[in-house]
């Protein structure tokens, strides 16, 4: 899984949908703690901005 920090709105819709709570929104920006991230992909189904995509499905 991959991040654009430059598309991300900071909605937290990703946040809400973190089943390992990897996800954290400081100062306006989203935080991914690689180490509780499993890599499920959630996160890239809720995003209504893309900011998250599967590398290879851009």
Do not use: H, Q
Request: net charge negative; with cysteine.
């Amino acid at each position: 899984m991959e991040f654009n920090t430059e598309k991300c709105g900071c909605c937290g819709a990703c946040i809400s949908v973190c089943p390992n709570r990897s996800l954290e929104l400081t100062e306006n920006k989203i935080i991914i703690n690689k180490n509780k991230c499993d890599d499920c992909g959630r996160c890239t189904y809720v995003c209504p901005l893309g900011a998250f995509y599967i590398e290879g499905n851009v």
